[in-house]
């Protein structure tokens, strides 16, 4: 299914042109499609159907209370990884049950308050990070459950700022110090062993990477078997990629097969934390031509949206499609889709052949994952307003921030 295609020569999201929506709301804006986020959440979990598990949508990705709240609704749990993201979900209509706490550094309050609310399991990533929790719990006079992060040390073959799970990277227990850390924590009163969990990187289109490192898990899981340390479950972690602009990625069935098959006849709860692939292509962000600046060198088009409501072309280089809302049908030039950020890494996206005039809208795709979640006031750029069509209605999800929200909470010396 696309959820943005062209109906009579106009983009549209499902029954809405995107141009009445920015009529009506303004530009820059994110507008997400809610039947391709509840169609990428059941073709996931349906390629589980049969195997016990639980998809575990990472927030990081797009924590707006709306799209949390309609996967809680299809059962979704979630993988947080902050107090903040904790307090979203639960907001959103998340239950405690279902939720995963991943990160490097957890603070003691964090810690706390998900241990008040009971959730599913803490993914714990270093020796200090168990004792705190040990101590935080028996404080509260709870059982803390845990599975460790284990860095397999593979290749996910993905860009290096969202690798995860080589030695060289912060996150995780080296798979050899894994066994001891288990035993440690068996023994401990106030944590209770429930799973292993790891995340290799994040846009990974290939499935070896995501097999090699689930194998040496499995393999680990069997050997803390054979040592009375019976685990629950498995976290597989995301990280599966989605087509920006031609990738071949993976498809779910074909994850699920090869994970299934991996798994064998063990009678191990799988657990996932998609992001990028739940909502990354149910999301555009629309945005107004402001001025073209044809040069000598290059031609910028110069939009009302940068790098500050898109981070990922400037921090990563990263490739977005970009459609003309309504395209014309004059003689094409070669465009650089640059915003009013000033900053030269201010940039949408180069060298596109579009026919372009000022006024013109466009729609930047792929943009419902680390985008909005990603964004910033940098240049006291207030934050964009996000929109969720549903069929032929438009929900406002998140107002436009105010200028004047952008330094309510700061003061003058007296
Ligand atoms: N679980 C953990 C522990 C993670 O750190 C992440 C993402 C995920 C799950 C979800 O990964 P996904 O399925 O979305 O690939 N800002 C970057 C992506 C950073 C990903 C960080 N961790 C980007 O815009 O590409």
New binding site residues.
């Given amino acids: 299914m696309t959820a943005f295609d062209y109906r009579d020569g106009e983009l549209a999201a499902e029954g809405v042109a995107l141009a009445s929506i920015a009529a009506r709301h303004g530009t820059p804006c994110f507008v997400y499609s809610r039947a391709a986020i509840e169609e990428a959440f059941r073709t996931f979990d349906h390629a589980f159907a049969g195997v016990p598990h639980m998809v575990c949508y990472?927030m990081?990705?797009n924590s707006n209370l709306a799209i949390v709240n309609l996967l809680a609704r299809l059962g979704c749990g979630f993988?947080i990884?902050s107090g903040g993201e904790l307090a979203r979900a639960i907001a959103a209509g998340a239950d405690p049950a279902r939720i995963v706490f991943?990160?490097v550094g957890k603070t003691d309050a964090e810690m706390a308050r998900a241990l008040e609310l009971g959730i599913c399991c803490f993914?714990l990533e270093s020796a200090s990070e168990l004792e705190h929790l040990n101590r935080v719990a028996g404080s509260l006079g709870k059982r803390a459950p845990i599975s460790f992060r284990v860095n397999p040390d593979v290749d996910p073959k993905t860009?290096r700022y969202?690798s995860?799970g080589l030695k060289e990277n912060k996150f995780g227990i080296a798979i050899g110090d894994a066994l001891s850390l288990y035993r440690r924590a068996a023994g401990l009163p106030h944590v209770a062993v429930r799973g292993i969990d790891m995340?290799i990187g994040?846009?990974i289109t290939a499935l070896e990477p995501h097999c090699e490192a689930a194998s040496k898990a499995f393999e680990l899981v069997d050997r803390l078997s054979a040592e009375g340390i019976a685990l629950e479950h498995i976290d597989l972690?995301?990280?599966?990629g989605i087509r920006y602009r031609d990738e071949e990625t993976i498809a779910p069935t074909d994850y699920a097969a090869a994970i299934r098959a991996l798994l064998g006849e063990r009678s191990l709860k799988l657990l996932f934390?998609?992001?990028?692939?739940l909502v990354g292509n149910a999301g555009v962000l629309l945005t107004r031509v402001l001025y073209l600046k044809p040069g000598a060198e290059r031609n910028f088009a110069i939009v009302d949206a940068a790098m500050n409501d898109l981070l990922?072309p400037a921090l990563?280089d990263?490739w977005h499609e970009v459609c003309a809302v309504a395209p014309r049908s004059g003689p094409p030039a070669v465009w650089q889709i640059v915003g009013p950020v000033c900053e030269s890494a201010d940039f949408l996206a180069h060298d596109r052949v579009l026919d372009l005039a000022e006024g013109d809208l466009l729609a930047i795709l792929s943009a419902g994952?680390?985008a909005m979640a990603?964004s910033s006031n940098y240049n006291s750029r207030p934050r964009a307003a996000e929109l969720v069509v549903d069929g032929k209605t438009t929900h406002l999800v998140r107002l436009r921030e105010a200028v004047e929200e952008l330094f309510a909470h700061e003061n003058l010396l007296p």
Avoid: L, W
Wanted: aromatic share 6%; net charge positive.
């Fill in positions: 990472a990081k990705a993988d990884v991943s990160g993914n860009h969202i995860t995340h994040s846009q972690g995301g990280g599966i934390e998609p992001g990028r692939m990922r990563y990263a994952a680390y990603m």
